[in-house]
């Protein structure tokens, strides 16, 4: 069923930007993503360069747990909506676990025979 795969693809998505892996988080995203973040400071920022940014940083060694708290999907055609809070679970400098939290809200769309992240919109 469409709303199993676009959790997982969306969890998958989740994991690369965990994990700092730009081959997969590109593969998952459409070249003229769109997107609302903090670290766009109000503005929209388009295309994936802005976001390579962040995963040509020095990688982290700290691991960190991503979930997905009470995903809601709503599929309408060739497009998809997930909204949800995300949790990100790490062990902070000190060796103290954190817990981060954002609202996101990530479109996919349905491209010849696969789906690609298309736009979203994250608030911390």
């Not at 997969?24 to 609302?36: E, I, N, W």
């Amino acid at each position: 069923m469409a709303t199993e795969e676009i959790l997982r693809l969306n969890q998958r998505l989740l994991e690369t930007v965990a994990a700092g892996d730009w081959a997969a988080y590109s593969q998952l995203c459409d070249p003229s993503l769109s997107a609302f973040e903090p670290e766009a400071v109000g503005n929209l920022v388009e295309g994936m360069d802005f976001h390579k940014y962040y995963f040509d940083l020095p990688k982290s060694n700290v691991p960190k747990n991503t979930t997905m708290v009470r995903p809601h999907v709503r599929i309408m055609g060739d497009v998809a909506v997930v909204s949800y809070i995300r949790l990100v679970q790490y062990v902070d400098a000190n060796g103290a676990p954190q817990t981060g939290k954002s609202e996101e809200t990530r479109i996919w769309q349905r491209q010849q025979d696969s789906w690609k992240h298309v736009h979203f919109h994250r608030s911390v």
